[in-house]
């Protein structure tokens, strides 16, 4: 879905299933980060409410963290709560159109999916109780690929993919290097780094080469739309 606005403030709210079950969230993190020792319990903003009026979408949005994120999401009654995961990602196209994702490197939560570069929205994208997506979303392409927003044209709007307990946020780029040399760049970045997040970075040139097993389903949304393009 595009939208030419999308408009997330921040609230004080509280989540009751935070304060209920702080003992249960705490053992089941213990449990993950033994298994995943890589993961790091960080602050993350969740949605509480949304609305989408015509080409505008709107959001409030409410401190959390990373471990009551992954408790809840794991409950078999996790969609009767009014909360929603919210995260920004980058659409890299190469001049060709192609399209451009990431693979998540070992020892970490999602490893070998491939998906936007892109992640959870923390402390610092918040500013006098609104959220910056845009600064969200540049920082973590930053983060991931080495690129930067000047380096590349920014597609007007945003597109929105609804999966689930899940609300993704995207914001399209454009590049004027080739697919080719677009990977190679990348992947320049991502081996100079002690600690890359991705693996791989994978070329999605059409339909047939969307990875129906190794891309979640926000990742298999953005692909068939951008590529119908």
Same mark, same amino acid.
């Not at 929205?121 to 080495?146: H, K, N, P, Q």
């Not at 000047?150 to 709007?157: T, Y």
């Given at each position: @879905?595009?939208?030419?606005? !999308?408009?997330?403030?921040?609230? =004080?709210?509280?989540?009751?299933?935070?304060?209920? $079950?702080?003992?249960?969230?705490?053992?089941?993190? +213990?449990?993950?980060?033994?298994?995943?020792?890589?993961? /790091?319990?960080?602050?993350?903003?969740?949605? !509480?409410? $949304?609305?989408?009026?015509?080409?505008?979408? &709107?959001?409030?949005?409410?401190?959390?963290? /990373?471990?009551?994120?992954?408790?809840?999401?794991? +409950?078999?009654?996790?969609? +009767?709560?009014?909360?929603?995961?919210?995260?920004? !990602?980058?659409?890299?196209?190469?001049?060709? #159109?192609?399209?451009? @994702?990431?693979?998540?490197?070992?020892?970490?939560?999602?490893?070998?999916?491939?998906?936007?570069?892109? #992640?959870?929205?923390?402390? =610092?994208?918040?500013? =006098?109780?609104?959220?910056?997506?845009?600064?969200?979303?540049?920082?973590?392409?930053? *983060?991931?690929?080495?690129?930067?927003?000047? *380096?590349?044209?920014?597609?007007?709007?945003?597109?929105?993919?609804?999966?689930?307990?899940?609300?993704?946020?995207?914001?399209?780029?454009?590049?004027?290097?080739?697919?080719?040399?677009?990977?190679?760049?990348?992947?320049? /970045?991502?081996?100079?780094?002690?600690?890359?997040?991705?693996? =791989?970075?994978?070329?999605?040139?059409? $339909?047939?080469?969307?990875?129906?097993?190794?891309?979640?389903? $926000? &990742?298999?949304?953005?692909?068939?739309?951008?590529?119908?393009?």
């Amino acid at each position: @879905m595009r939208t030419k606005s !999308c408009v997330l403030r921040a609230t =004080d709210w509280e989540w009751p299933l935070a304060q209920a $079950h702080a003992a249960e969230i705490e053992a089941d993190w +213990r449990r993950r980060h033994a298994q995943i020792p890589a993961m /790091f319990n960080g602050v993350t903003y969740l949605t !509480c409410s $949304h609305t989408l009026d015509g080409g505008a979408f &709107a959001a409030t949005l409410f401190k959390s963290d /990373f471990r009551t994120l992954l408790y809840w999401r794991a +409950r078999p009654d996790a969609e +009767r709560e009014p909360v929603r995961e919210t995260f920004g !990602c980058s659409l890299i196209r190469s001049a060709e #159109g192609y399209l451009l @994702m990431g693979q998540q490197g070992p020892g970490q939560l999602n490893s070998g999916r491939i998906y936007p570069p892109g #992640g959870l929205i923390d402390g =610092d994208d918040v500013r =006098d109780g609104v959220i910056d997506i845009d600064a969200s979303i540049a920082r973590e392409l930053g *983060e991931e690929t080495g690129l930067s927003a000047a *380096e590349l044209e920014r597609v007007p709007g945003y597109l929105l993919v609804f999966t689930g307990l899940k609300i993704a946020i995207a914001i399209g780029w454009r590049s004027a290097l080739p697919a080719v040399e677009l990977r190679e760049r990348i992947l320049g /970045f991502v081996r100079s780094q002690a600690e890359p997040e991705l693996a =791989d970075i994978v070329t999605v040139a059409s $339909h047939a080469d969307i990875d129906e097993v190794r891309m979640p389903p $926000h &990742a298999l949304a953005f692909a068939r739309t951008v590529l119908s393009a």
